[in-house]
């Protein structure tokens, strides 16, 4: 590691601390990741069925990928502090005041997600990611993979922080210990370690960030006008529709592929270790490696882990290295989008590039889902799918691959 690498690391750790906090505390972290704990509770206390809930994930989901672009284009304006914070604040607000007034109206309940999805629009990466490419250059890989990790680190703990809540408290206690997480431990955290303003930033009349430091890039029109926004965006619409198809249904899958249900929980209870393990490592390598590179051999190591799927009475081992895979794929995709945004288009209008990158994003996450359920219908089993995602994958390397160099805006 370089001397300039480890002083931004050194003047930076700080923001590097609150961002990973910001992530694990968002709609991408702790609401994602703890959702599932609520669905047998409010299924048995309200007469819902687990569908039904599950659905409410959607509008997680869609209300997220609405407001993305929204959120990047108010703190290319103003800066990413005060939304941070702000939205920080009312997602907690949501789940100490809202959730826990459930009446068993199950259009309630949707209602909630989706305000709550787009109040807190505030907290997904679109925002914590903008100061991380700001404050880091040489080190921006591994420092978006550290930042990023925070929701894996959140997908080990989570769960079993919501299950015990839920244990002594009932659903209405789970919701409030989420809510209380958030306010009093987060919010403190990004209010006195989130700084956004860089020293590092280069004179550039052109554009000034929030602090008044000039960031090179292109404009949001000028992208949109550029082969790699397309590439990036079509690619891994792909790309996320696969993982989350697969993860969404990895016990299922593996069921399927003839391991017991007790079998299939162990394993897919490595994905959140691969996700912190993936997000750190491919951080790393994104330093030392063209980004084109790293995530087509990423894509190709995941492709075949769903084709070693396919194999008749897949050997334990064999499951536990393809499940792996899935994870590191999920670890690597916000990572990729993150930063081949910032190294392609430049930090100029960071936010608003970013933003309609990560819908593209979402967007692919929301139909991954329903593809594999409307394609397990059909064909009465995930073979095809598996097949199907090997396929896929290898074209989305290849798009993705396709990259040229970046521009040079020092």
């Not at 590039?353 to 994003?361: D, E, K, L, M």
């Not at 394609?375 to 396929?391: E, M, P, R, T």
Request: aromatic share 12%; net charge positive; glycine share 14%.
């Amino acid at each position: 590691m370089g001397s300039s690498t480890e002083d931004e690391f050194r003047r930076g750790w700080r923001i590097l601390l609150a961002s990973s906090v910001g992530i694990a505390a968002g709609l991408s972290g702790i609401a994602f990741y703890t959702f599932g704990v609520f669905i047998v509770p409010l299924v048995e206390t309200f007469g819902w069925t687990r569908g039904q809930v599950s659905i409410a994930a959607s509008f997680l989901i869609i209300g997220t990928a609405i407001t993305a672009p929204i959120v990047g284009t108010i703190i290319d304006k103003y800066g990413a502090r005060k939304v941070g914070i702000g939205s920080t604040i009312v997602l907690s607000m949501g789940y100490l005041l809202a959730l826990p007034q459930l009446n068993g109206n199950l259009y309630v309940f949707y209602a909630a997600w989706l305000a709550m999805a787009l109040i807190g629009g505030g907290t997904t990466p679109v925002v914590w990611t903008r100061a991380i490419n700001i404050w880091f250059d040489r080190g921006r890989g591994l420092a978006l993979g550290l930042t990023l990790a925070g929701s894996g680190t959140t997908g080990i703990f989570g769960p079993v922080y919501v299950t015990w809540l839920i244990g002594l408290y009932g659903w209405k206690g789970g919701y409030i210990g989420v809510g209380s997480l958030i306010l009093f431990i987060a919010v403190p955290v990004l209010f006195f370690l989130f700084k956004e303003g860089a020293p590092q930033a280069t004179p550039n009349p052109s554009s000034t960030g929030s602090h008044g430091q000039a960031l090179r890039g292109f404009t949001l029109d000028e992208s949109l006008r550029s082969v790699p926004f397309w590439i990036i965006s079509g690619g891994f619409f792909l790309v996320s529709a696969v993982v989350a198809g697969l993860l969404i249904n990895v016990v299922p899958i593996l069921i399927d592929r003839g391991l017991t249900q007790l079998q299939a929980a162990q394993i897919a209870g490595t994905l959140g270790v691969a996700v912190v393990v993936g997000r750190v490592g491919i951080g790393y390598l994104l330093d030392r490696f063209r980004a084109p590179l790293v995530a087509r051999v990423l894509l190709v190591i995941t492709a075949v882990g769903c084709a070693l799927l396919t194999i008749a009475g897949t050997p334990t081992w064999v499951a536990v290295i393809s499940v792996m895979s899935m994870g590191l794929a999920a670890a690597a995709e916000v990572d990729l989008v993150a930063y081949l945004s910032s190294r392609y288009f430049g930090m100029k209008a960071y936010g608003k590039i970013y933003g309609w990158q990560i819908t593209a994003f979402y967007l692919g996450a929301a139909f991954g889902p329903i593809s594999v359920g409307l394609a397990y219908d059909h064909f009465g089993g995930y073979l095809q799918v598996l097949y199907g995602s090997a396929a896929i994958l290898v074209f989305g390397a290849l798009v993705v691959g396709s990259l040229g160099r970046p521009p040079d805006f020092k």
